[in-house]
């Protein structure tokens, strides 16, 4: 049998544009990371194109003299694909394709948006991140029907068939109507089983893992649960969401959760058609925000995270910033610096190990912070709401004694336990659900309160 031969790499000219309201820096920082990307997706750069404009050309993206600049190169690299560092307006991709002559020379032109959702069709591994991925594209891409259709012209002529019609792109575009429709109606369905499988598991803190794209954020996950989750020193090697069960102490477990990575300039279709996927985020009681301390725009990641979390409006929840690959780290000065500048920080390697114990410590911290004590009373003839109240808080304290008061009057003496117990605040609904399923049990107050009686229930 003659063997499989690996798929030959593309060649791609990367094209960006410097606007005054950005700096050298940061067009260069953003064409480093389209050419991670464009490498992620299966090319190599074989040149970089850059215009400082006013502002970005309305029909061209660049100008005249630089597209004609940009076409010369691309004949010069034999390249197969020009990447843009924004995205194109239709308008922008079929004068482009005509200048360039794309189509008679078969080089593709994409843009920042249409590589990220290439990647994650490549990168989509379960049945929800598939149909996540084609929503999105099928959104993005039903406004740029353009050189993709080559069947522009009216529908079928001659007699019997005169009239109005309808174009093919207009055909086209209600038939990704269509399919959209039967998408988003699939993730809805797929989402209100996760919203049930979480409902399933509200008595848990949950803890989700947040980060800049290639953070080690999967590498960590492994780390702390063992979870087998697939980790590469890629963009975008993981798009769905795992969560595990982690003990940071005795009966203090948390639902770790291992999320998609962010990127600057996101596009705003996967953010909507990951909601399912990123409710992971919304949903958290805790946040770890995991940071490659070694990456030189570590600043400007953790910027564009927040970003994401304010889209996602989860900016209010408690985080403990999670600066990873120190092991790595040359200037160790730098920690000192990041220490000072964040509240709740912690310094680790999750590939080595480094530091995982003081993660679990502050994370655990950070848990217990938002813990509260409850005091009940409960007849020891019901096993079943002492067995609860242990395995969902820590009791701190236990005693054994006789009470006739504790019940209702008509009671005769009953044999009860007095517990005083810890449980998260957000657990204080759950437990006081439970009080209508173990109806013997009975509040006798907080830890705090001066009357405990006047607060029984």
């Known amino acids: ?115 990220i959702l290439d990647i994650f069709a490549s990168r989509a591994r379960s049945a929800q991140a598939k149909a996540q991925v084609e929503l999105a594209q099928l959104t993005y891409l039903r406004s740029r029907l353009t050189r993709a259709w080559t069947h522009l012209e009216r529908q079928k002529g001659g007699i019997g068939m005169r009239g109005p019609g309808e174009t093919q792109i ?92 962010f990127i600057r300039k996101l596009p705003h279709s996967l953010v909507e058609s990951f909601k399912s996927t990123l409710d992971e985020v919304r949903e958290a009681d805790l946040l770890l925000h995991v940071v490659d301390v070694t990456h030189p725009n ?54 080595r190990g480094i530091g995982l114990d003081e993660l679990r410590a502050q994370t655990l911290a950070l848990v217990e912070s938002d813990y509260v004590d409850r005091i009940a009373l409960l007849p020891v003839s019901d096993p079943k709401a002492r067995a609860h109240i242990h395995s969902v808080a820590e009791v701190v304290e236990e005693e054994f004694g006789f009470a006739s008061d504790a019940f209702d009057a008509s009671a005769d003496e009953l044999a009860v336990t007095r517990l005083r117990f810890r449980a998260s605040t957000k657990n204080a609904p759950d437990l006081d659900r439970m009080l209508e399923r173990f109806g013997n049990l009975r509040w006798v107050g907080t830890a705090q309160s001066a009357d405990l009686e006047d607060e029984s229930a």
């Not at 791609?12 to 464009?38: F, M, Y």
């Not at 004068?95 to 020379?105: D, G, Q, R, T």
């Not at 929840?317 to 780290?329: E, G, I, R, S, W």
């Open 1 to 115: 049998m003659t063997p499989l031969t690996a798929r030959r790499r593309e060649t791609a000219v990367l094209v960006g544009v410097k606007t005054p309201d950005a700096s050298i820096a940061d067009l260069n920082d953003g064409l480093d990371e389209l050419e991670l990307l464009t490498d992620t997706a299966g090319a190599d750069t074989a040149a970089r194109l850059t215009q400082n404009l006013a502002r970005i050309h309305s029909a061209t993206y660049i100008g005249k003299g630089k597209v004609e600049q940009l076409r010369k190169r691309v004949e010069k690299e034999c390249a197969d694909l020009v990447v843009f560092d924004d995205d194109l307006t239709p308008v922008q991709v079929r004068n482009l394709e005509k200048a360039l002559e794309a189509e008679k020379n078969n080089v593709k032109l994409v843009d920042r948006s249409g590589l």
């Open 170 to 261: 207009e055909t086209d575009r209600r038939l990704i109507g269509r399919r959209i429709s039967v998408l988003k109606d699939h993730l809805e369905k797929i989402d209100r089983q996760r919203t049930t499988q979480r409902k399933g598991r509200g008595d848990q803190t949950r803890v989700a893992l947040v980060g800049y794209t290639n953070a080690g954020k999967s590498t960590l996950m492994n780390a702390m649960a063992g979870a087998g989750v697939f980790a590469e020193d890629r963009l975008f090697a993981t798009l769905d969401a795992t969560t595990r069960q982690v003990d940071l102490d005795t009966n203090k477990g948390i639902l770790l959760a291992d999320t998609v990575g």
């Open 298 to 351: 570590a600043e400007d990641h953790i910027a564009v995270v927040n970003e994401t979390l304010a889209e996602l409006d989860a900016t209010d929840k408690p985080t403990l910033m999670v600066f990873n690959k120190v092991d790595a780290l040359e200037n160790k000065g730098l920690l000192d610096q990041l220490e000072a500048a964040h509240d709740h920080a912690v310094f680790i390697s999750a590939s």
